[in-house]
């Protein structure tokens, strides 16, 4: 049974993912070689116009490999994320992906901000944040796992680059934070082992460090007389005489 809910829960997982992946990809195809031009519907900072892009700005793409590139870190991240944080997924997800754009419309440069890698970033900070936090050690593998093979995208969360949108990957970095500790008691936990549990004995009345410390009165110096008795040897005259 175990088995089965396991693959169940991957192929859930699997299956929002490809599904998000669809809509992005059939949108890159319309703007890209169908020319509905969509990348202009953009999230533009401080425009009203451009408060548009807090629901459009992850299915837009700049190019090929920009998609492409994209594509592949959310699959995992999304999947990694679905699966093992099954009971908060949701919610961080739609956390992320609102929360982020917003706050990227008050602080972002001015331009056209566009791309899923403000989804990614917020997912990968949630995945290495909770496996810390949280204190489980098959989470913190998976916190592992993502720092290993995705832990270069943390340079990118500054102005290294101007043709990105590091401002967009710093705010979905910073909610994927904030998220991981607001939902820190919900979801998995630590598992807590039964000698966690029992209360703890009292200490026994008869141990050693119960026992009621005792004064020694130093020793006493006392004076023993020692009497020696012994018969004194006669004179050699008395000896003579005895002698015949």
């Not at 630590?190 to 009345?205: T, V």
């Amino acid at each position: 049974m175990n088995v089965q809910r396991d693959r169940k829960h991957i192929f859930d997982a699997l299956l929002f993912s490809v599904f998000f992946l669809t809509l992005c990809w059939s949108v890159f195809v319309m703007d890209e070689y169908l020319g509905y031009h969509l990348k202009q519907y953009g999230l533009e900072p401080r425009v009203p116009e451009g408060l548009r892009g807090v629901f459009t700005i992850h299915f837009l793409h700049g190019d090929l490999e920009h998609i492409a590139q994209n594509s592949l870190a959310f699959l995992v991240l999304n999947t990694f994320l679905f699966y093992f944080y099954r009971a908060v997924s949701l919610p961080v997800f739609a956390a992320i992906a609102l929360l982020s754009p917003v706050l990227l419309w008050f602080t972002g440069r001015p331009g056209n901000h566009i791309g899923a890698s403000v989804l990614i970033y917020g997912e990968f900070a949630f995945l290495f944040v909770s496996g810390l936090i949280r204190r489980n050690p098959l989470l913190l593998r998976v916190a592992l796992v993502v720092i290993l093979y995705y832990g270069s995208l943390v340079w990118y969360v500054f102005p290294v680059d101007k043709k990105v949108s590091w401002e967009g990957h710093a705010c979905g970095f910073f909610i994927g934070l904030m998220a991981a500790f607001f939902w820190r008691k919900q979801g998995p936990q630590r598992k807590i082992y039964q000698y966690e549990l029992e209360p703890e004995l009292p200490d026994d009345e008869n141990a050693y460090w119960n026992l009621p410390k005792t004064t020694t009165e130093p020793l006493k110096e006392t004076t023993v007389t020692v009497k020696y008795h012994f018969r004194p040897e006669q004179d050699s005259g008395d000896r003579e005489k005895t002698s015949s």
